[in-house]
């Protein structure tokens, strides 16, 4: 079984732009959810969704958004980047609550 | 609310000795507990968990870890540390039943030859 996917792996950006980040789910998982990972703040939960809805939402700014498809794939995006927003992006996938599996992340660069 | 504090943001042992890394968890309802591993440029591979059934857990590549309400501990332990051994661990807690994780700061461990 294929485990988790994340597209793009690198992605580079200057201050103010906006970026789009998609996770593929192991099939049959429907809930999908978002890490941030820093030097200085670890890793900080973003959201989850489940069936196309969102249940859950760490304590990021409006700017971090995301959305599930029906095929379970999702996407999040941060939109007016800040240096601040450079980061490993995590996506988890889960069946159960009992532990999810986890990307291999995109690393996000904001010049 | 759900928290976790891992104690010792590096470790050093020995390759044969034993690994034992510490996490204690605060939880305001039965959590479900975690021990994920991340090697360099990696996302994070789950290792054991805890979902409120056996209270020693036993997980891949020789790791286990004991749940202990009393102490609200769950420290990860190997008998012999493997070179291969070294990364980065990460003790994470979620309510039961949800899917959002907290995870601790990181505990690298360090395996010297």
């Known amino acids: 079984k294929a485990g988790v996917t994340q597209t793009p792996r690198y992605l580079i950006k200057t201050r103010g732009q906006q970026v789009t980040l998609s996770c593929s789910p192991i099939?049959?998982?429907?809930?999908v959810s978002w890490y941030q990972q820093t030097p200085g703040q670890g890793l900080q939960f973003l959201f989850e969704y489940f069936s196309e809805t969102q249940r859950n939402k760490g304590n990021f700014p409006g700017r971090f958004s995301g959305r599930q498809f029906s095929n379970s794939r999702s996407e999040m995006n941060v939109s007016t980047l800040e240096l601040g927003d450079s980061a490993l992006y995590l996506c988890?996938?889960?069946?159960?609550?009992?532990?999810?599996?986890f990307g291999p992340g995109t690393r996000l660069t904001v010049l | 609310a759900q928290s976790v504090t891992q104690l010792g943001s590096h470790v050093s042992v020995s390759e044969g000795a034993l690994v034992l890394l510490r996490c204690n968890y605060s939880s305001s309802v039965p959590p479900y507990l975690f021990w994920y591993v991340q090697y360099p440029n990696q996302g994070l591979q789950l290792l054991l968990k805890?979902?409120?059934?056996?209270?020693l857990v036993k997980g891949i590549n020789g790791f286990e870890a004991e749940f202990k309400k009393s102490e609200t501990s769950f420290h990860l332990t190997k008998p012999s540390a493997h070179m291969s051994d070294a990364a980065e661990y990460f003790c994470a807690v979620s309510a039961s039943g949800t899917y959002k994780y907290i995870f601790g700061t990181g505990t690298r461990l360090k395996v010297l030859a």
């Open positions: 988890a996938s889960s069946l159960d609550a009992a532990g999810g599996f």
């Open positions: 099939s049959g998982h429907r809930s």
């Open positions: 805890y979902t409120s059934a056996a209270t």
